[in-house]
């Protein structure tokens, strides 16, 4: 039996949070007219809120697949490119092709910019809902689709410990701990006192076993963070 895909459409999702993105805001941080800040720790930009785009393929069958794309800044751009190209250069093609469709999309940008930024997070949104269709119409699960199960469950990790203080993101992390967590990460952006040091002060409080992370959030050199890395492994990063 045939299938074609016959409509993508993208939806932007904006959800309020009562505190940003990896914590309180520091000074000199403030948020302005279209709910962007930039984090002094890495200058990078980041949404007030929680933000993304949903993309939706619906086939001639009315098979339909999710898709969702780290779409977290400026999302009315990554919607758009979903709506104004990619979707329609998809209509027609059969959604159980996922990775020729994915080539031929990609291929589209070739001369103008395609390994990165808003290009690239439209075409894996696109890509996601693509695979979800397919899946649904094959009837499998689609870890099956994508080269079978291997795992019953997978650990899970907290990543970032949104608090303003290296005493209170301490604290969080022993609760996480308390509730059977085995791994968290921390934030370089937010790591107020120095990576190192916060690194050291986790540890003393979480003990031997506990698995800890550093998001370097792009924040140093390729040296300095070289640097950087290997001091904190005397603290078992």
């Known amino acids: 039996m045939s299938d ?10 904006v959800i309020p949070r009562e505190v940003p993105y990896l914590g309180p805001l520091r000074k000199g941080e403030e948020i302005n007219s279209r709910g962007y800040f930039i984090r002094r720790g890495n200058r990078s ?25 780290y779409a977290i800044v400026a999302p009315g751009a990554v ?5 104004d190209l990619l979707g329609p250069l998809c209509i027609g093609r059969d959604p159980r092709d996922p990775v020729p469709l ?9 001369v103008r910019g395609f390994v990165s930024g808003y290009f690239v997070d439209a075409l894996a949104g696109l890509d996601i809902a693509v695979w979800d269709a397919a899946a649904r119409l ?3 699960p689609l870890c099956r689709m994508l080269g079978g199960q291997r ?4 650990a899970a990790y907290v990543s970032g410990l949104p608090k303003p203080t290296l005493a209170e993101r301490v604290e969080l992390a022993l609760e996480w701990q308390g509730k059977g967590f085995g791994a968290v990460k921390f934030a ?14 986790l540890r003393r409080a979480l003990g031997p076993t506990m ?7 792009w924040k140093h050199t390729a040296l300095a963070a070289t640097r950087l890395i290997d001091r904190m492994h005397a603290h078992d990063l």
């Open 188 to 201: 370089a952006a937010v790591a107020d006192e120095g990576e190192e040091t916060e690194m050291a002060a």
């Open 102 to 110: 994915h080539e031929d999309l990609y291929d589209t940008m070739r």
């Open 45 to 69: 930009v980041y949404p007030a809120t929680d933000t993304s785009v949903l993309v939706k393929v619906t086939t001639a069958s009315g098979c339909v697949g999710w898709g969702e794309s």
């Open 211 to 217: 698995r800890i992370a550093c998001d370097m959030h």
């Open 138 to 140: 094959a009837g499998l």
């Open 4 to 13: 074609t895909i016959a409509s993508v459409e993208a939806f932007i999702v």
């Open 151 to 154: 795992h019953g469950k997978l």
């Open 79 to 83: 919607a758009e490119i979903v709506t």
